[in-house]
Structures are given as structure tokens and as C-alpha cells.
């Protein structure tokens, strides 16, 4: 099996680090010339550094021209803020929760900071392509959006983009010619950052992106979901990310601890985490981590069982090999010769 690299840490709520795709493959692109790229941004991504005070919130905004196939694709990450991408030219896959879908020019994708996703599968194809990450100041479906001080739209306008994007998660949209024009101009504004009035031109570009993906939006926009945004779906996303996650199952996870992850107390917490489980909190942590060490036991064979149960989370080999004998019926060394024994 392959090692899979620690990626960067992008960000941290209520002691989650949220990680994100190293971009690697992407500058590597860049340094070959294989693509064209411009971009700017405040963190992490590739692209010309923004002062703090300018146009907060921005973590990227930019574009790429891939005149031919690729040999590599993006990783599966979430990002720190709403992602809206606009693919121009070209046919791209793009991979949203699991799902894979083949973007058209003129597709419109929106990504919310809990969706993983991806573009490429494994390659991007050739195309040009636009993009904005804009934090908003959520990370979890309940909490309320912050939109950033240079967004100008009228506040029942704003209110109303806010539902839009909050209450209905379908990734895939069409563009309009508005929303065309508003990329294209970002693009060229991206191209000359550094002139006089470039950040007038900027904040003016963006809002109207905003305005246009609001028209676009109510003019195709499904039935809202109320549903998408409750304190329990937050809590149902954090537990499958946890099951899924052997990272955070190693973290030295407190019932405080997974409680605050959420936003709530530790009352609420258990009941949503009965309610959807039918396990309590501790109950269920400890079957995740468990069916993480049995799957690393089925298939790391040359690996120690008490590499494994720390890794997963377990404080001690002697408390592991309780748990598991409990949950599987029997010790981990003869579970793992059980297991190998039907591989041969």
C-alpha cells in the first residue's frame, strides 16, 4: 500500500485541523508549463499574495488554461470557505461526496466547506477554467454565514443568496452570460494585479459575480431544504467523517471535545448521536476505531497490533485487546490469522 503523505493543515475549528489538497500536482503543472495559471490569494493555495486588508475573505481567486490531457488531478479536500467554480472550455470530472460527475462548458459548480470534492478522476482534461474560495466564516451546515465588509449587495438581496447557497446542496449548475462576463473580468483583473485600481475593479467584478449567481440560482433552483442546515445533519456529517477518517480517530477525542466540534453541549450532542446511531458518543468512537484497527489488522499484516491500536486511537494495547475481544469475539492476533487464513 502506497504511504499517504500528511497534507498542510489549512485550518482548525474547535480543535478539528481541516486538511486540504496539497496542490502539488497542480504547481508541478505550472513549473512544466503545462497549464497557464494566475491566481490570487490569502492562504494556502498558489498565486500572488493579497495584503490582509485587502478583500478579506478571498482565499483564492484565479484561472488555469490546460490546452491538452493531463497526467495529474486534484486530491479530495474541503476547503475553508464556499467554493464557486466556472468551467469555460473543455470537459472536466469532478467528484462531489462520493458522486462523480462530467462537467460541460458552462457548468457551474458551488462546494460548501463539509463537501468533499474533487476535480479530476483521476486526471483534469484540457479546458479553461475559473474559480473563487470565498470564506464565509462557517464550517459546519448550522452556523451562521459572515459575509465579508466589501460585499455590497442590498441586505434583503444578500439574505436571499444566503438561503439559496445554504439550503439546497446540488453541486452542479449552468452558468449564465453574466456570470461568464463576471469571470472574464476577474480573470483580467487577476492578470493585471498590481495596477492602479485593480481592487476597485476587483470588488466591483465580485459583486456582480454574487448578484448573477444569485439571478442564476433563483432562476434554477430546486425546492429549499430546511433539513440541510439543522444541528442534527451537523452532527450525522461529523460522525461520518469521523468513521472515515483514521486521523481524527487517533485525536485524544474527549466527550467535551466531540460535543464542541459541533457547536453544542454535551446533552444535545448524546441525543443527536442516539438519535442517529442508536450508540452514545463514547459508545460509538470506540466502534469507529475498532473497525478501523480490524480493517488495518486484515490488511497491514507485517504491522504490530499495538502500532495499530494506538494509532487508532486506543490508549493501551491491554485496553484494546479487551474492547476488541468484546466487539469481534475473539483476540486481535487470532482474528488477524483468521482473516489471513481466508485471503489465501
Known sequence: MAQVLPRPPLYRDGGQVYRIDSCGPQRAAVAAG???FHALTHGHYPGAELPPNVLP???SLGHWDAWAAQDWGLEDHRNEGIEIVFLETGRMPFIVDGHT??????DLTITRPWQLHRLGDPHIGPGRLHWLILDVGVRRPSQAWQWPPWVML???DLEELTDKLRLNEQPVWRST???AHNFAELAQCVEQHGRTRIVSRL???LNHLLLSLLEALCAQCRRADSKLITRQRTVDLFLKDLANNPASLAEPWTLEALAAQCGMGLTQFGEHCH???NLSPKQYLIRCRLEQAA???REEQRRSITSIALDCGFASSQYFATTFRRRFGCAPLAWRRLKSAKLR
Request: proline share 7%; hydrophobic share 35%; aromatic share 0%.
Open 34 to 36: 503545462k497549464i497557464k
Open 57 to 59: 475573505g478571498v482565499t
Open 101 to 106: 460527475l462530467a462537467l460541460e462548458p458552462g
Open 154 to 156: 442590498e441586505a434583503s
Open 177 to 179: 452570460p453574466e456570470i
Open 203 to 205: 470588488t466591483v467584478h
Open 275 to 277: 438519535s442517529l446511531t
Open 295 to 297: 480493517r488495518c489488522l
